[in-house]
């Protein structure tokens, strides 16, 4: 069992920047790999970065040059820097974490950027 908690979410003018971090707990020697995933009103869930346990970086197109995943393994916390948000980066964003026979999830924290 992994359990994932996020925080930092919350309400920003486009142009701004926010961070999140999502601590994991539990059986965190058996992640892969760790990302986030957002969902806008009336969408689906899409990858935005992912972060795996050799270091190895993705990211989606929309937030390349603007968003950084990072983690800091001391304290089994990931983050995601998201700089010059824009409205449509608007969405709940999930924290996610890839084991060998499962994926597990966060509650989601929501961002919403103003224009």
């Known amino acids: 069992q992994v359990q994932l908690v996020e925080s930092g979410g919350g309400l920003v003018q486009a142009g701004g920047s926010l961070r999140l971090s999502c601590a994991a707990s539990g059986s965190i020697f058996s992640i892969i790999a760790m990302g986030w995933y957002r969902q806008a009103p009336g969408k689906q869930r899409e990858l935005v970065a992912a972060?795996?346990?050799?270091?190895?970086?993705n990211y989606a197109d929309s937030v390349k040059g603007r968003f950084t995943i990072s983690r800091d393994n001391a304290k089994n916390t990931v983050y995601l820097q998201m700089n010059s948000l824009k409205p449509e980066d608007t969405a709940v964003y999930y924290c996610n974490a890839v084991l060998v026979i499962r994926m597990y999830w966060g509650q989601g924290t929501q961002v919403t950027v103003s224009s």
């Open positions: 972060i795996t346990s050799g270091g190895s970086t």
